[in-house]
């Protein structure tokens, strides 16, 4: 399980990339969490590994020591809504799961480890609830929250289950479960192999195939397939069928029929079904519950289920009755379980949808499907029944998608990316009806934004062929820089070999922000062909980018590839590894991510020329003083909860640019070296009314800051007469505006909603208007609904307003009124 990486979602900063974190890592910087991550991902799995990992007596070794003594709950939402009845408050916790323990706890027990901020709540499955009933979810949340917030929570959803933001009020960061890469599957395998005491030389066969086979290699990035996989290669003695579908196929296969045959496991009860009877059974199960919303049923339901389907299968009717015949499933299926007394559920939602759409197709419910394709419950119940329908059914339902995508703007994007989605798995299909997929598809070619190219790497490989080229499209003279990112974004997030033509021709001519993804994308690929034809151009260009390294492999190419400037290592390189391997008179920026082995930087001054050194996640490191007499002038540190837990600060004096990482932690103002010109501040501070002595500060960064300023604190800041850039937040704003404060010396401002990652309320531009009055430049992130630009007029040295995703057009938000001398830029641009 440590072995999946986790990465922030939201809005993206400019190239630079957010570092990514080893699950066991999932709770050292931050308390809570809301987790995304696809079907299949490793979602209740990696819940149900921090259980164990907290509940394991003795000290956890690594990040894991911030589980140490705490008392982990898991709580399966898909079981906890199944009645409508409240969620539950903690001392209902246990007996809601169906815990063997519940009747053991004593009276008050869970809220007394709440209150004292020793409870790991494990929220797994907001996708499994119901859409009408998700606030209802949301605000037990944040009751828990408000009521225990010394706690640690992780809540897990998929993707497009809720919006970006759900939980920032609470103060969740927002991080993604990443595809396992190929240096992860790999490990996968071999310990499959090793834990399964497979014959000798049948894994590493597996990993060659693998390798090869890059239809397999694309669906090995996640934790289920990736089993199913290996299971079924030793099953099947080396020999794999091809596609998600034959997959799924063989292994229902394995698990309905082939496993008892083989083991000569004999009927039970008196029952004994073929491998098609089951298959039927299971469908009307699955069907049940995706129709009717719920994740799990009551036993009288599924017995009314099954009773009705004996009318129709005279032969299974003969052995059993509804009742028995639930529990021969439960039994020996391999598919049911009971999460509960009395309930019934599918061991994993992949292969509920799989069954489920199948009967949709036999039901020919193709209305159905259409008429909920835009909720994400059914998004892979759509995708499988193209799978299953026979040609006629599938042009049918592909029409569909596309005729009411045209119809319903608000679903457009989602409906027509679905219908290309579908395309994978439409293996006989009309060209007319291929050709009208597509079309729509190119619509939202090429991407815009960072979310946009999402929208299309969620699609798959099918989109691949659609992304233009950095000539643009036939009509276009090119694409703008925004667009050639956004496409170097997809095509490097989808991977694969497929990609590989389209990404060297953005490589004739790099652009910085193309440069920045390739560059941070290595792991996606082989290294070796990556190296030559991607990295190798990067670090020829001489593009100001982080190259992000990941493995020794990697390291060793950049070596031999006569080094580079600007180098990301992500994970535990020594430092003997560093020295070796690093240009010592080239390097000027260093990145360290996820590192526990590093815990002295003396090493640092052997890099005569370094300048930036940038630290996120290296635990080990507690000192930074040994920097002092090093060339480095730009560092960036971990935010902590602990002010003084990164000691030396105060040494640095060579030091001009200093950010702490991560809204979470804290900082002692009067600690900081005083020679700096830009600092970034964490969520909270200590002393920042001595903001004040830092004479030479022209950046100022404060968006992170939970608590508003207090009127000396803001009279500090006033004073600092070479202040150029702030960075604030509303509720920041808000609180210099009440001082009456003016801030004239700062020409560029920069202001994000309190919840960075989602819409706050409408820009308060008057407010800005009134404190900054010389202003050159606004940047506002998110701006929401009620945005009006106007009272910005009256700032006569403004030239440029750049608007990042707001929730309005430019003239609902009055940006003519600023003038022919104003440039309003948005981005994404509008589509038209």
Partial sequence: ???????????????????????????????????????????????????????????????????????????????????????????????????????????????????????????????????????????????????????????????????????????????????????????????????????????????????????????????????????????????????????????????LERR?????????????????????????????????????????????????????????????????????????????REPTPGTVDFMHRTFQDYLGAAEAVEERDIDLLVSHAHMDQWEDVLRMAVAHARADERATLLRGLVARGDAEPAHRARLHLLATACLEHATQLDPEVRNEVEQRATALIPPRSFMEAELLVEVGPVVLPLLPGPEGLAEEEGLADEEAHAVALTATRIGGDAALPLLTRYCENLRPRVAGAMASSWHRFDTAEYGERIIRPVIESGADVPIIVRTQEQLDFVRKAGGYHLLT?????????????????????????????????????????????????????????????????????????????????????????????????????????????????????????????????????????????????????SSLERLNYLCINHTQLQSLSATGLVLPQVKSLQVFPVGIGSYGDGLPSAEVAGAFPNLDRLTASRPGPGTDLTPLAGLHALRTVFLYQPSQSARSMGAEALGPHVDVQITPRPRT
């Fill in 1 to 255: 399980m440590p072995t999946e990486e986790l990465t922030p979602t939201g809005p993206p900063g400019a190239w630079t990339p957010t570092p990514a974190r080893r699950v066991d890592a999932l709770l050292t910087a931050d308390r809570r969490v809301l987790l995304r991550g696809a079907a299949g991902s490793g979602k209740t799995t990696l819940a149900q590994w921090l259980a164990v990992s907290a509940a394991q007596q003795g000290q956890p070794k690594g990040a894991l020591k911030e589980l140490s003594g705490l008392v982990p709950f898991v709580l399966p939402l898909r079981s906890l809504t199944r009645a409508a009845t409240p969620l539950p408050l903690p001392h209902d916790f246990l007996p809601s799961v169906g815990c063997p323990l519940a009747s053991a706890q004593s009276a008050g027990w869970a809220d007394r480890v709440l209150a004292a901020g020793r409870g790991l709540l494990l929220v797994d499955g907001v996708d499994e609830v119901p859409e009408p009933e998700r606030e209802r979810t949301r605000q037990w949340l944040r009751g828990l929250v408000t009521a225990y917030p010394d706690n640690r929570f992780v809540v897990t959803a998929r993707p497009s289950a809720v919006r970006d933001g759900w939980l920032h009020a609470e103060d969740f960061t927002e991080l993604s479960l990443a595809p396992m890469a190929p240096r992860d599957v790999a490990r996968f395998i071999a310990r499959w192999h090793a834990a399964a005491q497979a014959e000798p030389g049948l894994g590493e066969a597996l990993l060659d195939a693998v390798r090869t086979n890059q239809d397999l290699a694309r669906l090995a990035t996640n934790p289920l397939m990736s089993g199913l996989i290996c299971a079924l290669h030793r099953e099947r003695r080396g020999h794999l069928p091809r596609g998600r579908k034959a997959l799924y196929d063989a292994a229902l296969s394995m698990l």
């Fill in 260 to 336: 008892d045959r083989e083991r000569d496991v004999t009927a039970r009860g008196g029952i004994d079904l073929d491998e098609e009877s089951m298959r039927e059974l299971l469908q009307k199960l699955a069907y049940w519950l995706i129709r009717n919303g719920h994740a799990e049923m009551e036993h009288a339901d599924a017995h009314d289920i099954l009773r009705r389907a004996l009318t129709l299968m005279p032969r299974v009717d003969e052995q059993a009755s509804a009742g028995s015949l639930l529990r021969f499933l439960l039994e020996r299926s391999g598919l049911l």
């Fill in 569 to 717: 290592l992500d994970g535990d390189f020594t430092e003997q590894e560093l020295l070796a391997a690093l240009p010592r008179d080239e390097l000027k920026h260093l990145s360290l991510w996820n590192n526990t082995r590093i815990d002295d930087l003396s090493f640092v001054s052997r890099f005569g020329r370094l300048e930036q050194l940038y630290l996120a996640n290296c635990p080990s490191v507690r000192d930074v003083s040994q920097l002092a007499e090093t060339s480095v002038t730009q560092l960036t540190v971990p935010s902590s909860s602990k002010p003084d837990e990164v000691l030396g600060l105060s040494t640095l004096t060579n030091l001009r640019r200093l950010n702490f990482l991560g809204e979470g932690g804290s900082c002692d103002v009067s600690t900081l070296p005083r020679g700096l010109t830009h600092l970034g501040m964490p969520g909270a501070a200590r002393r920042m009314e001595d903001l004040g002595r830092f004479i030479e500060l022209k950046d100022l960064l404060l968006h992170f800051l939970v608590e508003p300023l207090t009127p000396t604190q803001w009279q500090s800041i």
